[in-house]
């Protein structure tokens, strides 16, 4: 992700992320690429809230598109991870580092 995409407030990624919604549709693989770089802008402007809900948006279209196991799905997980640390959300990172150690695979 570029720095100066987070400077602007992560507009150009929303555009970018209303684009590929409306060409390829929600769960096509580019948007949801979208949709982490959106999370990780909201993350460099201390938008937790908001990040952790489109990282939990994009896990579970994840998990529906590639599996729990996949790279992909994972990293999005440990990034969830984070924003739950961000916010002090200890009860929900527990439950799902949980999670991910019953996967063998986190």
């Known amino acids: 992700m570029?720095?100066?995409l987070l400077k602007r407030g992560g507009e150009d990624v929303r555009?970018?992320?209303?684009?590929?919604e409306a060409e390829l549709g929600p769960n096509h693989l580019p948007?949801?690429?979208?949709?982490?770089?959106?999370a990780l802008a909201l993350d460099g402007q201390g938008k937790y809230d908001e990040m952790e809900q489109m990282h939990r948006q994009t896990l579970g279209l994840k998990?529906?598109?590639l599996g729990r196991k996949h790279l992909d799905t994972v990293t999005i997980r440990?990034?969830?991870?984070?924003?739950?640390?961000k916010q002090g959300k200890y009860e929900q990172l527990e439950e799902l580092l949980g999670h991910c150690s019953s996967l063998q695979h986190c």
């Open 63 to 65: 998990q529906a598109e």
């Open 2 to 4: 570029h720095f100066w």
């Open 31 to 38: 948007t949801l690429t979208s949709m982490s770089n959106l």
């Open 78 to 85: 440990i990034n969830l991870a984070t924003a739950l640390s």
């Open 15 to 20: 555009l970018r992320l209303g684009l590929r």
